[in-house]
């Protein structure tokens, strides 16, 4: 059902099941020095400079 709802072509993870595409997504946010916070609270630095 994907290849119906493109948005642009050459779109990444399209053509993967989500198991595989998590372990991609993770992979890339790694490489670029990050790591994904399972579990933990999401508010943004810039958001607790505003309240």
């Not at 290849?3 to 790694?30: G, H, T, V």
Request: hydrophobic letters at 25%.
């Amino acid at each position: 059902y994907r290849d119906k709802y493109f948005l642009y072509e050459n779109k990444p993870c399209s053509d993967e099941d989500a198991e595989d595409c998590i372990k991609c997504l993770e992979m890339r946010i790694k490489f670029a020095g990050g790591e994904i916070g399972y579990g933990e609270w999401g508010d943004s630095l810039h958001f607790k400079n505003k309240s």
